[in-house]
Structures are given as C-alpha cells and as structure tokens.
C-alpha cells in the first residue's frame, strides 16, 4: 500500500537490514517517519537479534529519530503491541512501517496486529526479491554486519562480518534466503543514507543459543 504524503507513521525497528530498507522507502514514498519502535525481552536484549539495546539508541540518534521501547515475551508480544500502538496513536501517529518480504503469515499478522489498533499497515519491501533487497542495500552504501546466524548452516567466520555480494552468492549457492528470511541470520546496520555518523561497537566475543550463534556487542561508548 503506497502512503499518504505527510502521514505520521513508526517504522518497526529491529536494527537490521529489513526495517532499515523499510525507512529509507517509506520516507521515498512520502511518510513522515515520528519514530522508531522496537521489543526488547525481559532479559534487555532486542527480540530476535538479541541486540544490546544501546545500539539501538545509538542508530536511533545517529538517524536523527527517536525510539520508543515496550518489553515483552514471545508470549505477550501481541499484548506489548498494543501497549505500544496506543501510546503511539495518542502522539498523532497513524501508521506502522514493516520490513517483511515474503512471508504470508508475518504480513497477515502485521496487518490484523495494526487494525486492531486503528492503525494503518505498509510493508515497502512486499514482493521484492530477496536478492534485490540486498543489491539495492549494497548499492546505496548500506553497511551491515552480520550478528547471529545459523550454526548447521553459515560458516561461523561471517559473524562479524559486512555483508557483500561474496556473501549473497553464497547464500544462493547453498539455498539458503539470501535475506535470511527464515531465521538464517541477522544484521546491524552500521552506516547508510540518513545516518550522520557511523555506529560503533565493541565485540565482546560469541555466544550459542541452541543453534544458533551470537555476536557479544554494545556501543563502543556505553
């Protein structure tokens, strides 16, 4: 769904690739982006990424945006939205940003989640192809790296590392989504259009989840 010019709107931010794509077209297309919102867990990481939330803070200011915060679980992600979309709305904010590409279910709930909440749902990305999201990221100057992945199916050498068309024909020789839409791996965008100055992190080192590895990173200045 295109925009309405001027329309005051979040962009669900996860800290990655996707939401950041989803900003930079939104604000193509017209929206006037108020903020950035995002879910941290209990345990004060981001949900997913499992991001420092200072690095959050820091794309937040680096992008010249605010960030608006709601801790959840799994379990009350949906309860947590709701919260969130209620004091969004009583800021004048009528429309909610997604990074989604191509999952059904993820859009359908998007779009229920949000007219519940008498919110207006755009989804930029819908429909592009997977490689084109990252061809168009790399083309614009986008940097991003790579914070968690898939240990049965990523090389652990990635972690840690900018994303490049290196990596994208790899995923595509392997099968895997080259935007890592079924969980494969995650990003933090580091530096692109709209930020003035790059983010900068300290590596703490890796951590195993099941199966799944995980950067140790916060801001370089906490």
Not at 2 to 11: L, M, N, Q, R, Y
Not at 95 to 110: A, T
Not at 178 to 202: A, I, M, Q, R, W
Request: aromatic residues 8%; negative net charge; charged residues 25%.
């Amino acid at each position: 769904m295109e925009g309405k010019a001027g329309e005051k709107v979040f962009v669900s931010w996860s800290g990655g690739k996707d939401a950041y794509l989803a900003l930079l077209k939104a604000r193509e297309q017209g929206l006037h982006v108020y903020t950035l919102a995002t879910f941290i867990s209990m345990g004060g990481e981001s949900m997913s990424h499992a991001l420092h939330p200072g690095l959050l803070q820091e794309q937040a200011a680096a992008l010249g945006l605010p960030l608006e915060v709601e801790r959840v679980t799994w379990e009350s992600y949906e309860e947590g939205f709701m919260r969130l979309a209620g004091r969004l709305r009583g800021k004048g904010i009528r429309g909610g940003v997604f990074g989604d590409i191509n999952l059904p279910q993820h859009r359908e709930w998007v779009e229920q989640a949000c007219g519940r909440a008498a919110l207006t749902a755009y989804l930029p990305l819908w429909g592009m192809g997977e490689k084109e999201v990252l061809a168009e990221l790399l083309s614009r100057g986008v940097r991003l790296i790579v914070v968690s992945l898939r240990a049965d199916l990523l090389e652990e050498k990635w972690l840690g590392k900018e994303i490049d068309d290196e990596f994208c024909e790899m995923c595509v020789r392997k099968g895997i989504s080259p935007c890592g839409e079924n969980g494969e791996y995650h990003t933090l965008v580091v530096d692109g259009p709209l930020f003035k100055s790059p983010v900068h992190f300290s590596n703490g080192g890796t951590f195993k989840e099941k199966n799944h590895l995980f950067l140790k990173i916060k801001p370089a200045n906490p």
